[in-house]
């Protein structure tokens, strides 16, 4: 039997965490622009958990944007879908089940767009969430009254103008707009080009007045792995032991975090769904989280990814079922890593806290992440997420520090290449070809074709095409040099 509303009161409790026969009355709160696995996974999971526990109380009506496909699958399942819960927490192996009732419907905006623009006129309307991609929040030629508008910005224009209509301006019905797109400022550069749209069809002050009082455009940060749909196996084991048919079935880790930055208290009441998760954090300042997943995150994986496919790893939870390379990556954090972010802003605990949590979703056993991936624009990811902590590390040590000093004798070794006749860059590690996915490709290939040792590794680090600025250190060319010499 297919998921769907009459199924749920037969559904075994004990085997997934399903909602009560009120929820589904509960009124539409959530405007939700985009119908991702991301979303799914995070905003409405955060929701879902808040309704069980009689909290927020709203559900979500979701837009589907996209010229494909339609909404019809969510129609079939009344909205419901199963979000597997799996990976490590603590140590700790967690593998649950939940069945998510958040979303009410799915319109579509290409043919449903006047059933969206009466949402905008909902009394009860508190939130808007998009992930609409990073290139969703962009100013294009637009029609804001068209049926319906071409981008997103441009459709969120609309419904809050037909909203500003409908209740003439009331400051108490402005709404809390939290975009999740993965882009620095994203609540402040979707404020800003509605606000064009807006002056571009000259509408009228009091609009722009409304806009910016009664509403507020949050930036945002979001951190959870939703790799999406099961595999056929995955999926069949888990409806025989379910006992129902799903096709909306996705799975995500267990970490999540969803930090918001407001400071005022209208929002917090909008966003009452944080009361109940410590992973959604409203707070002033969300700075402090996007350092911490930066550097300790996407750093430690950027340090390790060349080390962990020079020592023949293919994927993250194999290199860390292994003793050594946990003591490894454990130690470029807390020994390395967390000494050099450390500041008034994160404390030696809060870091420590974020480490644990990051080794815990790298020995995930329920996901297949390959190093080969994480090693796509390695050059940028190493002077991005990684530069930075040597600087400090330095500033603070005085010394060359022995794991990230080993990150970049692996990085310089992985992007040893010879030049292939379609003009790609192909390197071999153990005894394995693969393809070197870097627009630096080239340089670096030429680097190792005109110098070896020291003089090698010189030409690297002193390379402001690469970093901006040469980086030179007492003592860590040679290091590095020892470590290449050793790989």
């Not at 409908?166 to 797109?181: C, H, R, S």
């Not at 379910?242 to 929002?267: C, H, N, P």
């Not at 500041?343 to 020995?363: G, H």
């Not at 624009?377 to 330095?394: A, E, P, T, V």
């Amino acid at each position: 039997m297919s998921l769907n509303k009459s199924l749920v009161a037969g559904i075994d409790g004990n085997i997934v965490n399903k909602p009560s026969e009120a929820y589904f009355n509960l009124p539409e709160k959530v405007l939700q622009f985009g119908t991702g696995v991301l979303l799914r996974g995070l905003p409405d999971y955060f929701i879902d958990k808040a309704n069980k526990k009689g909290i927020f109380n709203g559900r979500v009506v979701v837009v589907k944007s996209t010229a494909t496909g339609g909404a019809d699958e969510f129609a079939t399942q009344d909205g419901l879908y199963t979000l597997a819960v799996r990976g490590l927490e603590n140590g700790n192996t967690v593998n649950e089940y939940v069945l998510n009732a958040a979303i009410s419907r799915v319109v579509a905006a290409s043919s449903q767009w006047a059933e969206i623009l009466e949402v905008a006129k909902n009394p009860e309307l508190q939130v808007v969430i998009s992930n609409t991609t990073e290139v969703g929040i962009v100013l294009v030629d637009d029609d804001i009254f068209a049926a319906p508008p071409k981008s997103f910005p441009g459709k969120l224009t609309a419904v809050l103008y037909e909203r500003y209509k409908a209740f003439n301006g009331a400051a108490d019905k402005g709404l809390a707009i939290v975009p999740t797109e993965m882009i620095t400022d994203n609540g402040k550069s979707l404020k800003a080009v509605v606000f064009e749209q807006a002056k571009r069809h000259n509408l009228e002050q009091g609009f722009i007045d409304w806009l910016e009082n009664a509403n507020e455009f949050c930036n945002t940060l979001v951190d959870r792995i939703v790799p999406g749909k099961l595999t056929a196996a995955d999926k069949a084991e888990a409806e025989t032991k379910l006992g129902y048919k799903d096709d909306l079935i996705i799975m995500s880790e267990v970490y999540r975090l969803w930090a918001i930055e407001t400071e005022k208290q209208s929002t917090k009441d909008k966003l009452s769904f944080s009361q109940a998760d410590s992973g959604v954090v409203l707070t002033g300042d969300i700075s402090k989280f996007k350092e911490l997943k930066l550097r300790l995150l996407n750093g430690s994986h950027t340090f390790t990814c060349g080390w962990a496919l020079i020592n023949g790893f293919s994927t993250v939870k194999e290199a860390m079922a292994n003793p050594a390379f946990f003591a490894h990556i454990k130690a470029l954090m807390n020994e390395e890593i967390i000494p050099a972010i450390t500041s008034e802003q994160i404390s030696e605990a809060d870091a420590q806290t974020f480490a644990a949590s990051v080794l815990d979703r790298y020995a995930n056993p329920f996901l297949e992440h390959l190093w080969i991936n994480i090693t796509a624009q390695y050059s940028l990811k190493m002077k991005g997420r990684c530069l930075d902590i040597l600087n400090n590390y330095y500033e603070r040590k005085q010394t060359a520090p022995d794991y990230i000093t080993k990150g970049f004798a692996a990085y310089i070794r992985f992007m040893k290449s010879d030049k292939k006749e379609d003009g790609s860059f192909a390197g071999t590690l153990n005894g394995k070809a693969y393809t070197i996915t870097d627009q630096y490709a080239e340089l670096l290939h030429s680097k190792w074709n005109a110098n070896t040792g020291l003089p090698l590794v010189k030409s690297v680090l002193e390379d402001v095409t690469l970093w901006d600025k040469a980086i030179v250190f007492e003592g860590f060319a040679e290091a590095v040099n020892a470590e290449l010499e050793k790989l």
